[in-house]
């Protein structure tokens, strides 16, 4: 707009409103609209309407706005500011001399949906009951303009038919099918509910408050749209909106309907159109694209959603609409299949024999198997991805249980399928379909089984592939009227070649056999019987693993086949539920034991980098490093089962393991570290190192870092600042001397001198001990501080200190609970990383992968020193089983060459986390080596932004991926995974990352 003409809307805004003002534009289609600051700072919304808009439009725009602010009060809707003369609204005339009605409207204070992220469930369920409340509102207003053709009006989209053309022909061809589609809804289509709707509700067109935690949905502005339709077309709308830049966009939409039907009920048919709305939505958006493009080139507002609108129609088309419909009547608490009620009383009725099923078998009892994900029958993965292995286990079960039929199944999360291969991208990171929709019957392969009902055979079909059906059969039924289909997959090959689509199958007739490893997608041989309610759009597959997130829609598509065989055995088993875990946790257990994360995860099993929780949910374990090569890996856990087994007692008995790990240990250290004493824990391993100071040293006058962190035994306790500075601690003890955590970040020297000066700090405090006429008993540091927030020790502070401990008659001891067997890259123990070589050095975590064994190796002459007499006794310590798995892990370490991964992956991620901070200066500093990172959030004058990394780690947690933090002001992201992480676990990492940093909360700082 012209300058002058805004200088005559300023004298407007003055004469017939009384208000000197700046006004600032506003992006609009059609309208002008000007947001307008008054000289005492009060703000307004200017509408400037297009000089098509008549006036039967302008009088529409009055009465809905009068009309919802008169009687709606709880609804927040922009108010008309009526002119000094009392009218509604007024006109000039532009630059081109065209007549443009005025509005000036109240200014509601928030940031438009496009602004906003993320889009939350809870936001978008907002949305909806916003959305649905407005309509509910508007559902006895009327006005003659909202009957008007509209090309917006999804009820009229099909005029986009007639411009096919400016389509290529896979785009034309996609479109099509949705208006053919639409066109074949349209009797029913036309009898829904109908109502003045708002019509447009857009990303630009919701306002949501400006609280970047908790925001909520205020209110929908912009009624120029608004029309009489089917009121279906309204939630379509929004839904079309705000699901667009999605995964998955079905999911994302859910939440939206949900709020919309609480607050406006919808029919169970306008549920049925719904999808072909939201498509015939997205094909008006992208013709009108294409007619604008060619119209007004230029005007790039006009463009604005085309290419989010093609990329929401073509994956929304590829959408099954049955499914799609399913899920939007779970949405809406209705039974997702609407057959489902039908179905289950049919079935209730009935009672379906095994016998009949497997005549040949002549059983009618079932022995139930467990399969879950939680099941500890299934042991590790490498036994139960091996054939042999499934298989001898079942036969052992059978032969305990010759009068029963092994089976179970339904419903259960399984680790069957939490290979990769059964995964995909979702709206919160990687999802596994795992929820297994049948009953499986563990039976011999060429076991023949019959059906139980009439049937129709409408698949009859070689699966092929590893962890497919191989033969799959599906027969289709019709009992009382009910429609449904059921199942067979793992059969014979020789059965899908005698059976053809189309075959009539009688009640009691052979179906086939149950097939072989070879022909059954190489499983171990048995049926897999799912009932289905609906095809959905599958011809010769359907799915027998579902994913989780979608398990109320499959569950009533897939009712449970026990419906029918009512054995009591087959019910699912009650599998401990999280909340009924939290609750026994918090009566039973002490309430400093702390729990990860605002909603605690239920973990069940581990498999390498990845941590499985009780639904089959796989997170991408970043922050254990006790599980150092990898999570359950095989051979640690072979080592373990395999001598205890065998034998587990304590170290007075002459034993080969002991001494085959102090040897296995000693290759990898230099010759100075050469005596070992095993122990159960880090804690215990620096208790031990604390004895042998006081054993040698004669003095317990220990030099210790600030936010240093050693175990949790007392002695332990008095040399960690983290604790004893830290909540509930009571400080530093007189023989303890804390010197400054040698921070070149945001520590007390961070210049070039920094090494000396941290090292100066410590010779201080050697003098005052000396001064106080004390002696040294010694000096314990991580080589890299793990509590302190993953924080490297300068270069040469380590090289200049030792010698003064050493002089001042001090021993030197390096934690290397966190830091050791090669997780440093560059290294195999974190002190090799400063040059020294310490005098003790104390083990733990990663030494057993999670078994509990750590030690203290320390130089002969600390041994013999402390060697005074006193037996050292440790009832575990040191047991055949512990050193067994502890040789086992180093080995691990040796043959994979797990501390050059370290070194290759932990550089690979570290260059990628500084391009990331690069763009996001609050990652203010990427540290750390090898797979031992940290990434420290801070403000732009460096304070630590404790509720940033919470909320970072909760919201990677939710996207998948496990992290954790820590440093003194809990700002410090942590990163010290498997060795085994590989570089598309970094990726995947980073991906995830540069995700969450871009939402609002990550943005203000
Ligand atoms: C550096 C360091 N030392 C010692 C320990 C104590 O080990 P544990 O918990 O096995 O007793 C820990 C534990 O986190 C640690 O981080």
């Known amino acids: 707009m012209h300058l002058k003409a805004i200088n005559r809307l300023k004298t407007i805004l003055i004469e017939d409103y009384r208000l000197s003002c700046e006004l600032t534009h506003l992006d609009g289609e059609i309208e002008n609209n000007f947001k307008i600051q008054t000289t005492h700072g009060d703000k307004f919304i200017l509408k400037v309407y297009g000089s098509e808009r008549n006036n039967q439009f302008l009088d529409f725009q009055e009465k809905i706005l009068l009309y919802l602010s008169d009687n709606h009060k709880n609804l927040v809707v922009p108010k008309i500011i009526k002119t000094t003369n009392g009218h509604l609204s007024t006109f000039f005339k532009d630059e081109k001399g065209d007549k443009r009605n005025i509005m000036l409207i109240s200014w509601i204070p928030g940031r438009v949906w496009k602004h906003v992220n993320p889009h939350s469930k809870k936001l978008r369920y907002q949305l909806g009951l916003t959305c649905g409340t407005l309509s509910k509102a508007l559902n006895n207003f ?48 036309k009898k829904l509910k109908k109502s003045v709707v708002h019509n447009d509700a857009n990303d630009f067109n919701c306002l949501v408050s400006e609280d970047v935690l908790n925001p909520e949905v205020v209110a929908l502005i912009d009624f120029g749209d608004a029309i009489y339709t089917q009121v279906i077309n309204d939630v379509a709308i929004s839904c079309c909106y705000a699901i667009m830049d999605f995964e998955d966009p079905l999911e994302a939409c859910l939440s939206i309907l949900k709020g919309y039907h609480q607050a406006f009920p919808l029919e169970e048919d306008a549920l049925a159109c719904l999808y072909f709305c939201i498509g015939i939505r997205l094909i008006i958006s992208v013709t009108k694209s294409r007619i604008n493009k060619l119209k007004e080139p230029k005007n790039a507002y006009l463009q604005i959603s085309d290419k989010s609108s093609w990329k929401l129609l073509k994956k929304w088309s590829t959408l099954d609409s049955q499914f799609a419909h399913f ?79 092994i089976s179970g199944g339904y419903l259960e999360p399984r680790s069957l399928y939490t290979d990769s291969s059964y995964e995909k991208i979702g709206n919160y990171g990687t999802e596994s379909r795992c929820i297994h929709l049948g009953i499986d019957f563990w039976i011999p392969a060429n076991t023949p089984i019959h059906t139980f009902l009439d049937g129709e055979v409408v698949v009859s079909f070689n699966d092929s592939g590893y962890k497919k059906y191989g033969g799959l059969v599906v027969l289709k039924h019709c009992e009382d009227g009910i429609f449904f289909f059921t199942l067979y997959g793992h059969l014979s090959y020789s059965t899908i070649l005698k059976l053809k689509v189309g075959d009539q199958l009688k009640k009691g007739d052979q179906i086939g056999f149950i097939g072989n490893s070879t022909e059954n997608g ?240 410590v010779r201080v405090l050697i003098n005052n001990i000396k001064n106080k006429g004390n002696k040294l008993g010694g000096f314990i540091i991580e080589p890299i501080l793990s509590c302190g927030g993953q924080v490297e020790l300068p270069e040469g502070f380590l090289k200049s200190i030792y010698p003064q401990v050493r002089k001042a008659g001090g021993l030197c001891i390096s934690d290397e609970v966190q830091t050791g067997f090669g997780r440093v890259g560059k290294a195999f123990w974190g002190f090799e990383l400063h040059g020294v070589i310490p005098d003790i050095i104390t083990l733990g975590k990663p030494m057993g992968n999670g078994h509990p064994v750590a030690a203290v190796v320390c130089s002969k002459q600390v041994a013999n020193k402390f060697a005074n007499g006193m037996e050292f006794f440790n009832t575990f310590g040191g047991n055949p089983v512990s050193c067994a798995i502890a040789k086992e892990v180093i080995e691990v370490v040796l043959d994979k060459q797990l501390q050059y991964n370290a070194l290759n992956v932990g550089e690979y991620l570290k ?95």
Not at 149 to 171: H, V
Not at 711 to 717: A, K, R
């Open 911 to 1005: 260059s990628e986390l500084k391009k990331l901070a690069n763009k996001n200066p609050i990652m203010g500093s990427i540290r750390g080596q090898g797979l031992f990172l940290g990434i420290e959030l801070v403000s732009k004058n460096k304070d630590p932004l404790a509720e940033h990394a919470s909320y970072l780690v909760n919201r990677m947690k939710k996207n998948g991926v496990l992290m954790s933090i820590d440093g003194p002001d809990k700002n410090v992201i942590k990163i010290k995974p498997p060795i085994i992480f590989s570089k598309q676990n970094s990726r995947q990492l980073i991906i995830t990352l540069s995700k969450i940093l871009k939402e609002d909360f990550m943005q203000i700082y």
């Open 522 to 761: 190489e499983w171990s041989p048995h049926l897999h019987f799912q009932i289905m309610l609906s095809l959905l759009n599958y011809n010769n597959d359907f799915p027998g693993v579902a994913y989780y997130n979608q398990i109320k829609t499959w569950k009533s598509i897939c009712p449970d086949p026990n419906l029918l065989f009512k054995l009591n055995k087959l019910n699912l088993q009650n599998h401990n539920k999280a909340s009924q875990i939290l609750k026994s946790r918090q009566k039973y257990l002490g309430k400093g034991m702390s729990l990860q994360y605002k909603e605690p995860l239920h973990i069940v099993r581990g498999s390498g980098v990845y941590l499985i929780d009780q639904n089959g949910r796989k997170y991408l374990d970043t922050v254990n490093n006790v599980a150092h090569v990898g999570h359950e890996n095989s051979r640690v856990v072979i080592a373990g089962q395999r001598q205890m087994g065998m034998l587990n007692t304590n170290s007075r008995y002459l034993h080969k393991n002991i001494t085959d790990l102090a040897e296995k240990l000693k290759e990898t250290l230099p010759p100075e570290l050469s005596v070992f004493h095993f122990v159960n824990s880090g804690s215990e391993a620096n208790e031990l190192a604390l004895r042998m100071v006081k054993a040698v040293t004669g003095s317990s006058q220990m030099l210790v870092s600030e936010v240093g962190y050693h175990g949790n035994t007392n002695g332990c306790i008095e040399i960690s600042s983290y604790k004893f500075d830290g909540k509930g601690g009571k400080g530093a003890q007189k023989h303890i001397h804390v010197f400054p955590m040698p921070d070149c970040f945001r520590g007390k020297y961070r210049g070039a001198d920094a090494a000396i000066e941290y090292a100066n700090e």
């Open 327 to 405: 899920n939007f009547r779970k949405a809406c608490g209705l039974n997702p299949h609407p057959a489902y009620n039908a179905f289950s009383n049919w079935a209730s009725s009935r009672t379906v024999s095994l016998k009949s099923f497997f005549p040949s078998l002549q059983k009618e009892k079932v022995y139930n198997l467990d399969l879950s994900v939680s099941s500890s029958w299934l042991g590790q993965s490498s036994e139960f991805n091996d054939l042999d292995w499934f298989e001898n286990e079942i036969n052992k079960i059978q032969k305990k249980n010759p009068e029963k039929i």
């Open 142 to 189: 009327d006005h003659k303009f909202a009957h008007r053709f509209f090309d917006w009006d999804i009820a009229q989209g099909l005029w986009t038919k007639e411009y096919l053309n400016l389509f290529k022909s896979r785009e034309k061809k996609m479109i099509l099918g949705m208006l053919d589609a639409f066109e074949r809804i349209q009797p029913k289509y």
